[in-house]
């Protein structure tokens, strides 16, 4: 290549590189300084070395009981919304008219802003007069205050956002369902094999890429699914459904410890991309990728 | 932790709270007439009131339990209230978080710019819980902004050290056309950084026309108050629509159980300080015999069934459709009630919420927030026109048309809230011995205000009060030393 073809090159890709630098490098870079510092946005920072670190990870409860939340809501969500997703492409591979017109039944909530996703929630939901609670009891099941109680406020977060994004993860599978050669099939009945077995020895074995996707995705959703949780609970009551992003939140907006929450963020980071590393390292054995 | 010019400021804060003692008190100082009622002479219905002028006569009841007209003493000078100031042709900028003010701020923003040629003031709002969390750092950065609200204790402090905040004290339309008293929450060392616009009474609503038609008495003290939630209950109406799993305004009530947990104003403010640096427990016998009442309200069947999931969209929806009979917000909340149902106008009225047996210190709460301030660090020119603007919102008509526009009691002398019947209805609040709302002397909002008050609403929600306590105090101390 010569020269000034490269410079041109260079050249075209500043304006995106400028873009991205602005938006993601700057402020990416900027949290890692201020995770070193003792900052509330308005004084002049200090610097405390690895001190919002250390403080993390020795004294403060709130934070380690937030990460567990998290992780439980996130084992609850990979877990149901993957399997959802999978049984529901399944039963929807063939572009039959019904099936197209069901896809979008499912994908209808995933196009919902958020916010009114919860606020419906929150009346589905509601202790006295909610549709769950009245379902409930017509059938002779007491009711639950689901968001009021400690117990049940997470999980009831949790099927909100299977129910919100299931939807999304079936349009994932189906494409990656209908990659499958159609001859396996054929094969696999003019052997004599059950549908179970087809799904078994063929449909899981050749759906795991499309899974490794899914479960990574679901996994980052479950990480910065902020909106739903503050609009529900705001992580209530008694933190019970704090996730990590609300409390990164709460740390730099409500009680102005930036340089705290920056720190908090970037543990954030570092889960997120371990349990994504994990998660790809386990398909990965199971597909046989390299 | 906060730094040092922080802390002193939070300090001096916590002092000029101290010598706040501020009421808006019913005097019997002599002289004048309104619209025919006479001062002295007897009245027949508690709460009316001919306005909110020097010379308003407000119908209310003396030690001896006669209604009398007496006068509301407005803490103000005997000065003129004086015109707005011209601005100077530019455009600014105005920030606030009260999306439902829109219009009537809209149509008193188009009278100003009519008035001054040349002139634009555009509103940049947000809903109330990003204002809190976003204003500073939205503000701070934007020289446009020329006008901002903040509300009383935390985000003020956070904007005065900010240096955001442009002293006005030497304008004459703050000295004489604001209700003096009203301005403390914006004075700092003598100076006005801020006009208070609103004067909220965060003070329970009650439904006259229900309290009437059962024979219900307003409780006057703790043991009445149980007894009267047992009588509502057993009527199958929910005595106290507390909307709990909402913690803004189920926080209000906090106020009201403050007011009179301690001898004086100074111990109570030194007690709120203790918790807000951390220097005493939640388990403190004082805030445990707080709990101890939210335990007590549940148990006594107070509140609704499972309370803490019950929220502020179906709290004044329960009130309004006359399945609760106290809406324990304040008056902020009336416009909401109103709205869900227009039969409502005319039929609140506000209570003394008294947990106690013993004489109440203080007999409701006021709170005088929606703090207009203009930017310090706006050139002079956006300056001007943000003053010239603070300064028409504080003539009494242009007070009077967003008092009566967006259902706000206002801090500004000489309006009249005959326009607006539930404005009128609640205006006797005016005549008892106020509290400035103590709430909001919890400065560190994040840190312990708002984890205390979660865990006030488990604890009036059922959970135990030891565990709850010790479990949120833990969090707190480990939180303000992070």
């Known amino acids: 290549m010569k020269k000034t073809e490269s410079r041109v090159l260079v050249a075209m890709a500043f304006p995106a590189f400028a873009i991205y630098a602005f938006l993601y490098l700057y402020p990416s870079l900027s949290n890692v300084y201020y ?27 709130l934070f380690m009981k937030v990460l567990g939340n998290n992780f439980r809501f996130s084992f609850i969500v990979v877990i149901f919304q993957t399997l959802l997703a999978l049984l529901f492409a399944t039963f929807l591979l063939k572009n039959t008219k019904t099936s197209i017109a069901l896809r979008i039944v499912f994908f209808f909530p995933t196009i919902l802003s958020s916010v009114s996703v919860g606020l419906i929630w929150n009346f589905l939901y509601d202790p006295n007069f909610g549709f769950i609670n009245a379902m ?49 099939y054929e094969a696999a009945e003019v052997d004599g094999a059950s549908r179970w077995q087809q799904f078994k020895n063929i449909t899981w074995p050749m759906a795991l890429p499309t899974t490794a996707v899914v479960v990574a995705y679901t996994t980052i959703q479950t990480f910065r699914a902020f909106d739903l949780v503050y609009s529900m609970t705001q992580g209530g009551p008694l933190n019970s459904s704090d996730m990590l992003v609300t409390l990164i939140y709460n740390t730099a907006f409500s009680s102005y410890k930036w340089g705290y929450a920056s720190a908090q963020s970037i543990i954030l980071v570092f889960v997120v991309l371990l349990l994504t590393y994990l998660q790809r390292r386990t398909l990965r054995l199971n597909t046989g990728e390299k | 932790m906060k730094a040092k010019g922080i802390t002193t400021f939070s300090a001096r804060r916590f002092g000029a709270v101290v010598a706040v003692a501020f009421a808006l008190v019913a005097t019997t100082l002599p002289s004048a007439t309104a619209a025919g009622e006479v001062f002295g002479k007897a009245c027949t219905t508690e709460g009316i009131s001919t306005g909110q002028s020097t010379t308003s006569l407000i119908c209310t009841m003396g030690a001896n339990g006669k209604l009398t007209w007496t006068r509301v003493r407005l803490g103000s000078s005997t000065a003129k209230p004086v015109a707005a100031l011209k601005a100077q042709p530019g455009t600014i900028e105005f920030h606030h978080w009260r999306p439902e003010d829109k219009v009537v701020l809209q149509s008193i923003i188009d009278k100003f710019e009519a008035l001054n040629p040349g002139v634009h003031i555009n509103q940049v709002i947000m809903n109330s819980v990003d204002y809190t969390n976003l204003a500073y750092a939205k503000i701070s950065v934007n020289k446009k902004a020329a006008l901002f609200v903040t509300s009383r204790g935390g985000q003020f402090d956070q904007f005065m050290a900010g240096g955001m905040m442009k002293d006005i004290s030497s304008n004459r339309y703050v000295s004489q056309n604001v209700i003096a008293s009203a301005l403390t929450p914006a004075t700092v060392s003598g100076r006005v950084y801020g006009v208070p616009y609103q004067s909220l009474f965060n003070n329970p609503l009650y439904n006259s026309e229900m309290f009437a038609k059962y024979g219900w008495t307003v409780p006057k003290n703790w043991t009445e108050l149980l007894g009267f939630c047992k009588a509502v209950k057993a009527k199958g109406i929910i005595p106290f629509a507390w909307p709990a799993a909402t913690r803004g305004n189920a926080g209000q009530i906090m106020n009201s159980f403050l007011m009179n947990s301690a001898p004086d104003l100074a111990t109570l403010t030194a007690r709120i300080a203790a918790i807000d640096t951390g220097k005493a427990d939640l388990t403190s016998d004082w805030f445990v015999d707080i709990a101890k009442k939210y335990k007590a309200m549940n148990d006594g069947g107070c509140f609704p069934d499972n309370v803490t999931g019950y929220n502020d969209t179906v709290a004044p929806a329960d009130f309004a459709s006359g399945k609760a009979a106290i809406y324990p917000t304040g008056t902020f909340g009336m416009s909401t009630v109103t709205k869900l149902n227009p039969s409502m106008a005319g039929k609140m009225k506000m209570m003394s919420m008294i947990t106690v047996d013993t004489k109440p210190l203080y007999q409701g709460i006021t709170n005088n927030t929606f703090i207009l301030s203009v930017n310090a660090k706006s050139t002079s020119r956006d300056q001007s026109i943000a003053n010239a603007f603070l300064s028409f919102l504080a003539t009494a008509p242009i007070a009077q048309e967003y008092a009566v526009g967006t259902s706000q009691h206002v801090s500004i002398i000489n309006v009249d809230y005959a326009a607006n019947i539930d404005l009128l209805n609640t205006s006797d609040i005016m005549g008892k011995k106020l509290l400035l709302a103590p709430r909001f002397l919890f400065v560190n909002v994040g840190t312990v205000r708002n984890p205390l008050e979660d865990a006030l609403i488990a604890i009036g929600g059922g959970a135990d009060i030891t565990k709850t306590l010790t479990d949120t105090s833990k969090t707190i101390k480990q939180s303000l030393g992070a």
């Open chain 1, 35 to 61: 995770s070193f510092q003792r900052w509330d946005g308005v004084t002049k920072p200090e610097f405390i070395g690895l001190h919002n670190f250390t403080y993390l990870a020795t004294n403060d409860d």
């Open chain 1, 136 to 184: 409930l009891k017509s059938v002779g099941i007491p009711g639950l205050n689901w968001l009021g109680d400690t117990r049940y406020s997470l999980y009831a977060i949790a099927l909100t956002q299977v129910w919100f994004h299931t939807g999304q993860m079936v349009v994932i599978y189906v494409a990656g369902l209908q990659q499958i050669p159609q001859e396996l």
